[in-house]
């Protein structure tokens, strides 16, 4: 990882989007939903505001997501979707 312009390591729970890029997405329930294929950012307020997933199973079906609905997992790597997101 790069260090910040400021020599400081990067704060925890900070990465580098491209590095987010085929991260695991799963349910509620642990099954696969896809991999993080683009993370879309708000220029406007500095954020990751949408998560374009790539589906699990389907070379060409993506679903779009708030950024609100991902929570990363640290345990088991990658990130659960939020119920609501995924019945979208």
Do not use: C, K
Request: glycine share 10%.
């Amino acid at each position: 990882m790069v260090p910040l312009p400021s020599g400081e390591a990067v704060p925890p729970g900070v990465m580098a989007a491209d590095m987010l890029e085929g991260e695991r997405v799963r349910d509620a329930q642990g099954a696969e939903v896809g991999v993080i294929e683009d993370v879309m950012i708000d220029l406007a307020m500095g954020r990751a505001a949408y998560a374009v997933i790539a589906l699990a199973g389907s070379m060409d079906r993506q679903l779009t997501v708030p950024w609100s609905a991902l929570t990363h997992d640290p345990v088991r790597g990658g990130f659960e979707l939020a119920p609501e997101a995924a019945n979208s």
